[in-house]
């Protein structure tokens, strides 16, 4: 089962800051919390991942609370393209334990 | 050039017959993988090669047989196709093992008639 529990989902206008959450709240302490988005049809693309801080690349922002039993991407300024089911996965950085993919967040991006 | 490229994209099978899907990384990295996604949309992990062992074999018929020739490259061969082996098969590679930005290909949309 998926240690994650997402909404499964959400509009965001767009131009608009998509912010997707996600509960973690069995998380262990060396587990990292990573974000994985699929595009219809395509395969899984990495968006972010953090461990305890708040992290920012050039797709999105990842907010993660002080307990780390919840995070929640940022999409700042949504676009069309960014319509998509979004995964929230927790496991350790490095290791042979499975990856498990939860049920996702399906994001409308609404015109 | 495609990090993680998978062929065919689609295949369209009777029961029973063998098929292979063929999956190859140009990233260098060490790890490859191999998901299920079935109609209802769920992301299932199959196998996990490391520079050509394998880590992970979940709990997955027989019939399936992962191959990994070198770390570049890990294929999937299906025995004795059922309808309920249609599903969209991804391949995916990582560096060292960790989960840190896994790249996917594109997927084979497997469909057993």
């Known amino acids: 089962d998926a240690k994650t529990t997402q909404p499964p989902s959400m509009d965001c206008a767009e131009g608009r800051a998509a912010n997707l959450p996600c509960n973690h709240s069995t998380i262990s302490g060396n587990e990292y919390v990573y974000w994985y988005r699929q595009i219809h049809s395509q395969g899984p693309q990495y968006i972010i991942h953090g461990l305890k801080n708040n992290e920012t690349n050039e797709m999105a922002s990842l907010i993660i609370t002080e307990d780390r039993k919840s995070s929640t991407l940022i999409l700042p300024h949504a676009t069309l393209r960014d319509t998509a089911v979004y995964y929230c996965?927790?496991?350790?950085?490095?290791?042979?334990?499975?990856?498990?993919f939860g049920k996702g967040t399906r994001l409308h991006i609404l015109p | 050039d495609t990090a993680v490229s998978q062929t065919p994209k689609y295949l369209v099978t009777q029961m029973g017959n063998d098929k292979s899907i063929k999956c190859e990384q140009n990233l260098g990295h060490d790890t490859m993988y191999w998901y299920k996604q079935d109609s209802k949309k769920f992301l299932k992990i199959m196998f996990s090669y490391n520079n050509k062992e394998l880590i992970i074999n979940e709990t997955v018929p027989n019939r399936f047989s992962p191959k990994s020739p070198d770390k570049a490259h890990l294929n999937l061969h299906i025995n004795s196709l059922e309808l309920g082996d249609s599903a969209v098969y991804f391949c995916?590679?990582?560096?060292?093992?960790?989960?840190?930005?896994?790249?996917f290909g594109q997927g084979t949309r497997l469909t057993v008639v």
């Open positions: 995916a590679s990582t560096e060292g093992g960790g989960f840190t930005e896994a790249f």
């Open positions: 996965i927790v496991r350790v950085a490095h290791g042979d334990d499975k990856i498990i």
